[in-house]
């Protein structure tokens, strides 16, 4: 089922996440199912559990290709629950992010370049990866959702904010943010 996505300025999504107890329960099947349904639908790179309003540390992402981030290499679908990233060094590097919680803007945002972090599948199963590059940059991002940490603030240079379509107007046709 599609499920309405909070928007910035809703006071849960500045909430920090509870851990699932039971990652292979029917509930939270459900909940993946509605997650797929919603990113999918929006065209998102990913999707954190409290966007839709749902206080878990739960967090999809992946896609071969899509419209919002032509240029990025794509990222293996993965359903990650109870999420712990570790930085694998200090360097950070910037990139364009937008976010389905904040619609119709993008703003640079430093992220670490490098990236492990792990957790567990639906099935029960630890989950284990070493990443770089949109990758990394996505799977921060949505585990910051799980901290009630939205991109706009990590923002260091707000000339570096704006909306969409007047800073990249080449994407005018991909669906909004």
């Known amino acids: 089922m599609i499920r309405d996505v909070l928007r ?11 851990e699932v107890a039971d990652p292979t329960s ?9 997650m797929r349904d919603t990113m999918r639908a929006q065209n998102g790179a990913g999707l954190a ?8 540390r739960v967090v999809i992402f992946g896609f071969e290709h899509n419209p919002r981030y032509p240029d990025a ?17 200090e360097a ?7 976010c389905l919680s904040v619609p119709g803007f993008r703003g640079v945002v430093p992220r670490h370049v ?17 990443v770089t590059g949109f990758h990394a940059r996505v799977v921060q991002h949505e585990c910051d959702h ?5 991109y706009p603030m990590r923002i260091r240079d707000f000339s570096r904010f704006g909306f969409t379509d007047v ?11």
Request: charged residues 25%; proline residues 11%.
């Open 8 to 18: 910035m300025g809703d006071p849960r999504l500045l909430e920090r996440s509870r």
């Open 26 to 34: 029917p509930a939270i099947a459900a909940l993946l199912a509605d």
């Open 49 to 56: 559990a409290p966007q839709i309003g749902v206080n878990l």
């Open 73 to 89: 290499e794509g990222v293996p679908y993965t359903e990650l629950i109870n999420p712990v990233l570790t930085a694998q060094s």
């Open 92 to 98: 950070l590097e910037d990139g364009w992010e937008g």
């Open 114 to 130: 490098r990236l492990h972090y792990r957790g567990i599948d639906p099935a029960g199963r630890p989950i284990e990866r070493d």
């Open 146 to 150: 799980l901290d009630g940490i939205l």
């Open 167 to 177: 800073l990249f107007p080449e994407l005018a046709d991909a669906p909004a943010d």
